[in-house]
């Protein structure tokens, strides 16, 4: 529509958009509006002034310029309920966007959008991508969401849980075991937490697990007593390499023994 009107030669303002604008708003909400009748919308409202209502339809439209479209009219207090769409048209950008200007763009906004949209998008690792940059800038800005983060991060970037965890003081300890011991990594846990009701629990669940028992012996050294451990395993149960382990354990011993 506003092609058409460019394409005269004249200058758009000469024209009053408004008359076309309520032309075609009563259309707005159906869903046989075509998306360059909406575009055409977008562009009469620019030339109207209606800055936040042209921006409502370059982010539904996932239109790559909407960024700029933001930042040229200072749009930041209008992109709350835009959250998802920004980011499915580009993450990264969404995720700078959000944490410099998180006074106004709340944690929480962000998070209740991303967890309970229904569009079509992996909402987990994007909630995680935001998270991330989040913790980054300020690690308390999204401190209600930590044991999320822990879920999170053992998902897509399991080298970022521990420094996450040894960060972090708004997590709790038993939900980052059950993720550790999910994942298999709550011996490597448990040895930075220098934690003995940990550790206590770990061997419990060790036990259950063969390999899990072989790999809590090769982290006994500084921690526990070996024989402790072998103390506790059941008869018949077969642990795997643990002839080589049991030699890595005394080699190491005697190393850390003798400094």
């Known amino acids: 529509m506003s092609r058409v009107l460019l394409a005269s030669g004249k200058p758009p ?16 909400n159906s869903s046989s509006m075509a998306d360059s009748l909406k575009e055409s919308l ?3 409202y620019v030339i109207n002034g209606q800055y936040e209502k042209a921006l409502s339809l370059y982010a539904e439209l996932l239109k790559p310029e ?21 980011m499915i048209v580009d993450n990264k950008r969404t995720v700078h966007l959000r944490t410099q200007h998180r006074d106004i763009i709340l944690p929480y906004e962000v998070v209740e959008q991303l967890l309970h949209t229904s569009k079509k998008c992996d909402k987990r690792y994007l909630l995680h991508l ?3 940059a989040l913790f980054e800038i300020d690690i308390h800005a999204g401190k209600d969401f930590h044991d999320m983060q822990v879920e999170l991060y053992a998902d897509y970037e399991t080298r970022m849980l521990l420094p ?10 038993d939900k980052a075991y059950e993720i550790f011991a999910q994942k298999e990594l709550a011996v490597e846990f448990v040895t930075e937490q220098h934690d003995d ?38 008869d018949g149960l077969e642990i795997p390499r643990l002839q080589d382990r049991l030699v890595k354990i005394v080699t190491d011993y005697r190393t850390e023994t003798s400094l």
């Open 197 to 234: 009701e940990l550790w206590e629990e770990l061997i419990r669940q060790c036990l259950q697990k063969p390999e899990m028992v072989g790999n809590l012996l090769e982290h006994t050294v500084g921690n526990l007593d070996p024989l402790y451990i072998v103390s506790l395993v059941p």
């Open 42 to 44: 977008a562009e009469l």
């Open 164 to 173: 996450f965890l040894l960060t972090s003081q708004h997590y709790r300890l």
């Open 66 to 86: 909407v960024f700029e479209f933001i930042e040229k009219y200072n749009l930041y207090d209008a992109i709350h309920d835009k959250i998802v769409n920004l």
């Open 130 to 132: 935001y998270l991330h």
């Open 13 to 28: 303002t000469l024209y009053s958009a408004s008359p076309v604008i309520s032309a075609i708003e009563p259309q707005l």
